[in-house]
């Protein structure tokens, strides 16, 4: 509702600006609303705050809206944010406006419900109507849907299930999916069991639609499909359209113009023995320098994918719409196709490479004296697994490694110490979640679950890698270079305040205060060290920071305790790492390839583009994980295992299996005779009348009872007998009755991690 003489709401302004371009001044806005006096003070403050947001800008003495979208605009639905809504994109754009501005697809479940508005997914084109956002951390704009122009024009995914006669029928993957029904004649090699790509052949009013088998992807029993089912779900572009390929194929070697030659500099490649891209290089060396006696000098290149991946180009577009490669057991959705990634930018051994180098000059302390970057040609002087070059450095070298060692490796050894000292006196934060890594079997099924030993070869490359990212962002900055930043925000006062409540039921104190840095939580983390609350402290410690995320205002980065932060070392598999280094390349001077003022301009948007793509990568992967071990688990009903309590809810346990790197969950209706209150502060789930209960990081047998691989659902019963536990907090009391809060067997959203 709007109150003449009252300032209208953002979006109210928002939506006059657009419609009226002839009437958009101050002045004739103040006019139109009929305001006076102090309120016209404050509607040019809020006219001020539009434009400094980017959503209004001047044109002469008017405003008016960026490339604004027309009221009535045709989308195209291409991804789901990080609460799974729809965002779609405008299906005709010029891109001379800079990246095509996302819209946040509004569906109402009222109207869902009573078939008054079209339901819209992935892939689907809709006309649509637009609305300026209410959210302003969100996309500029909303919509709502008037009609479907064409229907998710991506395949589907469904398995296959025999039926009498022939026939088939297509069993859905998501819950919300369609059974359909495939022709005899429409299978294709399609066997009972196979996960499927299907084409709709033919929709109708009465019947079950008609589908089409384009492709046999495997048995759901394969990791293959099971990380296909991954990829559509969460609607990850893995097929690259023929003008990419064909941009690609047609790709050049990187010439020396702009070039210095370091074809001499004895660079190598550490990385993981399966790797089949290299995008990093390091070398080091003394400082010769007698101003900074024991001084060390640390060379990082990094493939110049700037060179190859222009602005504008299809190859570009593509990589955007991935944003960054995903990475499963059994494969890797690139965000550039092989001929890039696995080849022209491909750091190998012996063979002339374009890179984007750092130099980086440190005393003895540990403390950067000064950096420079450089375009240059590079030739790895050699390809090593970590593995290698820590055999070496423990007096263990193999035929590759031994003559490397006195010449490269113990001064790259040399270096890292030096750098450790700086990381040591920076303190970041230094959690201890071993990670787990899925061993496959030739077959793609599970062999074992791993936990890679964490060698010094890790955190040498690893530390060399910040110093370069830390490099670039200081570069860019004095440079007054606009940038997409890595940045990690401090945790939340409120999430502050769970976690200090949680540490006291334990004998801890966590500081209060704004200042609150990574080393008050380092100390936490120290003297839990070894005790029985070491998993517990570690998980809540990090459920309480905050998503690191990329964003063109800095904010530093807490986790790693540092003020100016950038993803500079990894182009090949992330887009905000190419924007860092056409900055640096247009910045510097340093020839083709550099950043444009339309992408300058779009900053706003790529960030907040590429972060959303990132957490959908993460969830990809997680999700994989769940269905791979489910599958794994599913012959092994009524089996017992060792677990630990990862998760406490109102409705449960989350409970992990550290053998399997798996997670399930115990209901709690199934978890005894007693009534269980959820204590927050303790993280317990406490009997009311017994006293008895479990809580965070408790370690448990527990008992297999469901497994359902497509969902990657797995649900336990609890073996052990619970525990004295503390007196709960009875502020939670009534919503935490046994299955007073959900129904009972349900599974609550997981907290992040």
């Not at 704009?141 to 039926?163: F, N, P, S």
């Not at 004296?369 to 450089?374: D, Q, V």
């Not at 009391?733 to 907290?751: D, I």
């Amino acid at each position: 509702m709007i109150i003449h003489g009252e300032i209208p709401s953002r979006e109210v302004l928002l939506e006059f600006i657009a419609d009226n371009p002839d009437r958009a001044s101050k002045r004739e806005i103040a006019k139109a609303f009929g305001l006076k006096g102090d309120a016209r003070v404050e509607l040019k403050e809020v006219l001020r705050a539009l434009e400094s947001d980017g959503l209004v800008q001047k044109d002469r003495k008017s405003l008016k809206r960026p490339g604004a979208l027309p009221p009535v605009t045709v989308l195209d639905i291409t991804t789901r944010d990080k609460d799974g809504e729809l965002i779609g994109r405008p299906a005709e754009w010029n891109e001379e406006l800079g990246v095509a501005p996302a819209v946040a697809i509004r569906q109402s479940s009222a109207d869902r419900a009573k078939g008054k508005a079209p339901v819209g997914g992935l892939g689907d084109r809709v006309l649509a109507k637009i609305f300026a956002s209410k959210d302003r951390a969100g996309p500029a704009y909303t919509a709502r849907i008037i009609k479907i122009i064409d229907r998710h024009r991506d395949a589907l995914l469904g398995v296959v299930r025999e039926m009498p006669g022939g026939a088939a029928r297509l069993m859905p993957i998501e819950r919300r999916g369609e059974e359909m029904q495939i022709a005899s004649n429409d299978l294709g090699e399609a066997k009972d069991g196979d996960l499927v790509e299907v084409e709709i052949a033919r929709t109708g009013r009465l019947g079950l639609t008609q589908a089409r088998v384009l492709n046999v992807i495997g048995s759901v029993a394969s990791e293959k499909a099971i990380s296909m089912i991954a990829i559509h779900a969460h609607g990850i572009p893995h097929i690259f359209p023929q003008s990419v390929i064909a941009e690609a194929d047609e790709a050049k070697h990187a010439t020396m113009s702009h070039r210095e030659d370091w074809r001499h500099v004895p660079l190598v490649t550490i990385d993981p023995h399966d790797a089949k891209d290299h995008d990093d290089a390091v070398y080091a060396e003394r400082d010769p320098s007698p101003d900074n006696p024991d001084g060390v000098i640390v060379t990082v290149a990094i493939a110049d994918v700037s060179w190859y991946v222009r602005p504008k180009s299809a190859l570009d577009r593509e990589a955007l719409k991935r944003g960054n490669s995903v990475y499963f057991p059994d494969r890797v959705v690139p965000m550039l196709p092989e001929r890039i990634s696995n080849d022209l930018c491909s750091l190998r051994e012996g063979v002339d490479r374009p890179a984007l180098a750092v130099r980086m000059t440190f005393s003895k302390e540990g403390r950067k004296a000064g950096h420079t970057f450089h375009r240059v040609m590079m030739k790895s002087a050699a390809k090593l697994s970590y593995q290698q070059a820590q055999a070496a450095i423990d007096g263990k070298p193999d035929d590759k490694a031994g003559p490397l060692l006195e010449p490269i490796l113990k001064p790259l050894w040399h270096a890292y110490e030096v750098l450790k000292r700086g990381r040591d006196r920076r303190q970041p934060l230094e959690l201890d979640m071993p990670e787990r890594k899925i061993i496959l079997k030739p077959d793609g099924t599970v062999d074992r679950v791993h936990v890679p030993e964490r060698l010094d070869a890790h955190k040498l490359i690893e530390e060399m890698m910040i110093q370069a990212n830390v490099a670039a962002a200081e570069t860019l900055e004095k440079k007054r270079q606009p940038l997409v930043y890595r940045v990690h925000d401090a945790p939340k006062l409120s999430k502050q305040e769970a976690l200090r409540e949680f540490l006291a039921t334990i004998g801890l104190t966590l500081a209060k205060g704004a200042g609150l840095r990574s080393n008050s939580f380092n100390g936490i983390l120290a003297k839990a060290l070894d005790t029985p609350h070491q998993t517990m402290v570690n998980e809540m410690v990090l459920r309480s920071q905050s998503q690191a995320i990329y964003s063109p205002e800095n904010i530093g980065h807490f986790g790693l305790n540092l003020l100016k932060y950038a993803h500079f070392t990894s182009p090949i598999r992330r887009y905000a790492d190419l924007i860092v280094h056409r900055a640096l390349v247009g910045s510097l001077g340093l020839g083709e390839g550099g950043i444009t003022p339309e992408e300058e301009a779009a900053l706003d948007d790529i960030a907040a583009e590429i972060s959303t793509f990132e957490r959908r990568a993460m969830a990809a992967e997680r999700d994989t994980i769940n269905r791979l071990i489910a599958h794994h688990l599913a012959g092994r009903i009524g089996d017992e295992f060792d677990g630990q309590i990862s998760g406490v809810t109102k409705s449960g346990l989350f409970v992990t299996l550290p053998q399997f790197g798996a997670d399930g969950f115990i209901p709690v209706s199934t978890l005894g005779r007693d009534y269980y209150i959820y204590d927050e502060a303790h993280q317990a789930l406490s009997g009311e009348k017994t006293g008895l209960g479990y809580r965070l990081g408790d370690s448990i047998q527990v008992r297999l009872v469901e497994a359902v691989p497509l969902a990657g659902a797995l649900r336990f019963e609890m073996l052990s007998e619970g525990r004295a536990m503390p007196v709960a907090t009875r502020s939670f009391h009534k919503a935490g009755r046994r299955g007073a809060s959900k129904k009972p067997g349900t599974r609550p959203n997981r907290p992040r991690r």
